[in-house]
């Protein structure tokens, strides 16, 4: 079968499964640089819980935990899960698109977008004040309705966007855009605006096609570079992979293509805050039950991919679901599934290579809330692992570096 890019999204929905309740507690057993010294299961009945801010201090979720696509987006507070702000989604002219919902790098502020792709209906980039609710439209077209894509007598300039990513500095959100001339695509470009307002500034035109920029896009810290997932419509298109550009748009080249048919291309999950790591995920390879490791270590400089297996030889068909850069960059946190028992916790050493367990009894579920959506590892060292299949429930762990 081959898959378009709208294709890959549209079978997706739900990834994780459920294992055997275990009770938890702190293990004092250190990861490679790290301890574990909390564990800590939360629910938010009726939110599907999403992500919490690089601080720590709060999470993102939206509810109904089903029926989000038209319901709201809102942040609650860690400590106590009280709720801090929402924002109706039902009046986007689309439904909102789970993967794109960001936290700036203080996390103050969401930046959100629609699935304009799965719904053919007009969608722009959003705004949202995490501590108010107050929601700012950063691209507003103004086109409403259907996207033009037969001719329907309209000359409007349509501009529908997805991917967003902060900037390092949180100034501004760049974000991929396909725009629209009346029935005739004018191509897809990585543009970046202000989060005070005014003209999006384009970066680079990086397809002729529709939303071919479609699966995520970071900044290294240091904001010099982005990297952004290139998926064409056609899966042997020689230019499917991660991209690499300067921060003005200069110096784009193709770091990662696509190595192994079954695998297909990789798109940027994140980048290490050390910036000499990208961690990958594979589209194509999170779809099937059992197959290759969807997640994968690229090399910033060489592009070489290193994938996240396991060394489960009970289970032939064990992966790493989920994963996420320790804030110093130093390690790696992994999550396992399809292993005995599941959803273990383990830590990887990135100077080493050594991999060490640091919840060998496994979490009671785990799973991103949709593909390609990691764990957050903030700086105040809180872990958030979301529930997968258990759509409000998460799991909170502290770690303690040494």
Same mark, same amino acid.
């Given at each position: 079968?081959?898959?378009?890019?709208?294709?890959?999204?549209?079978?997706?929905?739900?990834?994780?499964?459920?294992?055997?309740?275990?009770?938890?507690?702190?293990?004092?057993?250190?990861? *490679?640089?790290?301890?574990?010294?909390?564990?800590?299961?939360? =629910?938010?009945?009726?939110?599907?819980?999403?992500?919490?801010?690089?601080?720590?201090?709060?999470?993102?979720?939206?509810? *109904?935990?089903?029926?989000?696509?038209?319901?709201?987006?809102?942040?609650?507070?860690? #400590?106590?899960?009280? =709720?801090?702000?929402?924002?109706?989604?039902?009046?986007?002219?689309?439904?909102?698109? @789970?993967?794109?919902?960001?936290?700036?790098?203080?996390?103050?502020?969401?930046?959100?977008?629609?699935?304009?792709?799965?719904?053919?209906?007009?969608?722009?980039? !959003?705004?949202?004040?995490?501590?108010?609710?107050?929601?700012?439209?950063?691209?507003?077209?103004?086109?409403?309705?259907?996207?033009?894509?037969?001719?329907?007598?309209?000359?409007?300039?349509?501009?529908?966007?997805?991917?967003?990513?902060?900037?390092?500095?949180?100034?501004?959100?760049?974000?991929?855009?396909?725009?629209?001339?009346?029935?005739?695509?004018? $191509?897809?470009?990585?543009?970046?605006?202000?989060?005070?307002? $005014? /003209?999006?500034?384009?970066?680079?035109?990086?397809?002729?096609?529709?939303?071919?920029?479609?699966?995520?896009?970071? !900044?290294?810290?240091?904001?010099?570079?982005?990297?952004?997932?290139?998926?064409?419509?056609?899966?042997?298109?020689?230019?499917?992979?991660? !991209?690499?550009?300067?921060?003005?748009?200069?110096?784009?080249?193709?770091?990662?293509?696509?190595?192994?048919?079954?695998?297909?291309?990789?798109?940027?999950?994140?980048?290490?805050?050390?910036?000499?790591?990208?961690?990958?995920?594979?589209?194509?390879?999170? +779809?099937?039950?059992?197959?290759?490791?969807?997640?994968?270590?690229?090399? +910033?400089?060489?592009?070489?991919?290193?994938?996240?297996?396991?060394? /489960?030889?009970?289970?032939? #068909?064990?992966?790493?679901?989920?994963?996420?850069?320790?804030?110093?960059?130093?390690?790696?946190?992994? #999550?396992?599934?399809?292993?005995?028992?599941?959803?273990?916790?383990?830590?990887?050493?990135?100077?080493?290579?050594?991999?060490?367990?640091? @919840?060998?009894?496994?979490?009671?579920?785990?799973?991103?809330?949709?593909?390609?959506?990691?764990?957050? !590892?903030?700086?105040? $060292?809180? #872990?958030?692992?979301?529930?997968?299949?258990?759509?409000?429930?998460?799991?909170?762990?502290?770690?303690?570096?040494?």
């Amino acid at each position: 079968m081959r898959w378009s890019t709208p294709s890959l999204l549209l079978a997706s929905l739900l990834v994780g499964t459920l294992s055997t309740p275990a009770t938890l507690a702190a293990d004092p057993s250190p990861g *490679p640089g790290y301890r574990l010294t909390g564990v800590r299961r939360i =629910e938010l009945p009726g939110v599907r819980i999403l992500s919490m801010s690089p601080d720590g201090a709060s999470i993102a979720g939206v509810r *109904p935990a089903v029926g989000y696509a038209r319901g709201e987006l809102c942040t609650f507070e860690l #400590v106590t899960l009280a =709720e801090r702000a929402c924002t109706s989604v039902a009046d986007l002219g689309s439904t909102l698109r @789970l993967e794109d919902v960001t936290w700036s790098p203080d996390g103050s502020h969401l930046a959100f977008t629609a699935n304009a792709f799965q719904t053919f209906k007009d969608g722009d980039l !959003w705004l949202m004040d995490a501590a108010t609710g107050e929601v700012t439209n950063l691209d507003d077209d103004g086109f409403e309705g259907s996207l033009p894509f037969g001719d329907d007598g309209t000359d409007a300039l349509v501009t529908v966007d997805v991917s967003p990513a902060f900037t390092s500095d949180g100034s501004a959100v760049s974000f991929s855009r396909t725009s629209f001339q009346g029935s005739i695509p004018g $191509g897809n470009d990585i543009a970046t605006v202000p989060l005070v307002g $005014g /003209d999006p500034t384009s970066l680079a035109t990086v397809s002729d096609g529709i939303g071919a920029a479609y699966f995520g896009m970071a !900044w290294t810290t240091d904001g010099t570079r982005l990297a952004y997932s290139l998926h064409e419509p056609d899966p042997d298109h020689p230019g499917n992979g991660i !991209w690499l550009m300067d921060a003005d748009g200069t110096g784009r080249h193709l770091l990662a293509g696509r190595t192994d048919v079954e695998l297909g291309a990789p798109a940027v999950a994140q980048i290490s805050p050390a910036g000499d790591r990208l961690l990958a995920w594979y589209p194509i390879a999170a +779809m099937r039950y059992s197959g290759p490791d969807a997640l994968a270590l690229i090399d +910033m400089t060489t592009g070489d991919a290193t994938s996240l297996g396991t060394d /489960d030889a009970d289970s032939p #068909v064990a992966a790493i679901t989920l994963a996420t850069f320790s804030p110093d960059g130093s390690a790696l946190l992994e #999550v396992t599934t399809r292993t005995n028992p599941d959803h273990q916790v383990r830590i990887r050493d990135l100077a080493s290579g050594t991999v060490m367990a640091l @919840l060998p009894e496994g979490l009671e579920s785990a799973g991103p809330p949709q593909y390609g959506m990691m764990p957050t !590892w903030a700086t105040n $060292g809180t #872990v958030l692992i979301t529930g997968g299949g258990d759509l409000s429930g998460a799991t909170l762990l502290t770690l303690a570096a040494g």
